[in-house]
């Protein structure tokens, strides 16, 4: 892959302080991209980028990343929405405020980000969005017990992909996802038990720069099962 494949271009990374967030963010900046890395506790990495710290669901800290970003960057050219959280709990034991902030990480900071954005990428009439569900808000794959609040929201970014790219696609702007089996990070080993992951965070980090390329600007609207069944 060309080491200037992303050259001149803005990519902002939520989620960039570990795991997926942190590959992608790594592997778009080894391929020339301007990155600004947001992450609720920035961290630091071997490759040049502007780390942003701040909840993703916090409407003022989506606003200072991104003006943080265009004022030293430029304008978002890549938005890569991969702020996530699960805390497995059967349903009955879910409070309200758990589900709330399930809700408010994986859905809400996906809207934000993507709505601040849209504005500058329709403008320019180019742009791509990839939002980072997982296998557990797809229909069909078996469900681990106890993460109901977690595909449920996930299924929530699928249906939000599949809306907004139809919404944007006359704009030249593209939005797609990707939906992840089990990964190996942290999150996971938490949250399954210690159970082996099926595949590397760089090997989903590329599906998501593929999406992000101009490699993929036919692709538009779709969900790309990275899973290992």
């Known amino acids: ?14 989620g960039a302080s570990s795991g997926i967030g942190r590959a ?7 391929r020339s991209a301007l990155v600004a890395a947001f992450a609720r506790t920035a961290t630091a990495s071997g490759l040049p980028m502007l780390a942003v710290d701040g909840d993703v669901s916090d409407p003022d800290a989506i606003e200072r990343l991104f003006a943080e970003t265009e004022s030293r960057l430029g304008d978002c050219d890549i938005l890569i929405n991969c702020a996530g959280m699960i805390d497995p709990k059967i349903l009955t034991e879910v409070t309200p405020e758990d589900w709330d902030r399930m809700f408010a990480v994986n859905v809400r900071g996906t809207y934000l980000a993507s709505r601040r954005a ?10 791509a ?4 569900a997982s296998i557990s808000g797809v229909p069909g794959p078996e469900k681990f017990p106890g993460w109901v609040s977690y595909c449920a929201s996930k299924a929530a970014v699928i249906g939000m992909t599949e809306a907004l790219a139809v919404e944007v696609k006359q704009h030249g702007v593209r939005v797609n996802s990707v939906s992840p089996g089990s990964v190996d990070t942290k999150m996971w080993a938490e949250a399954s038990g210690g159970a082996p ?32 069944s």
């Open 24 to 30: 992608t963010a790594e592997m778009l900046a080894s």
């Open 118 to 127: 849209l504005p500058n990428m329709i403008a320019r009439r180019a742009g």
């Open 1 to 14: 892959m060309s080491a200037l494949e992303f050259e001149g271009r803005v990519a902002i990374v939520t």
């Open 129 to 132: 969005i990839v939002n980072v």
């Open 197 to 228: 992951a099926a595949m590397t965070t760089d090997e989903v980090a590329e599906v998501i720069c593929f999406l992000a390329s101009d490699r993929a600007r036919a692709v538009n609207g779709q969900d790309v099962h990275v899973y290992s």
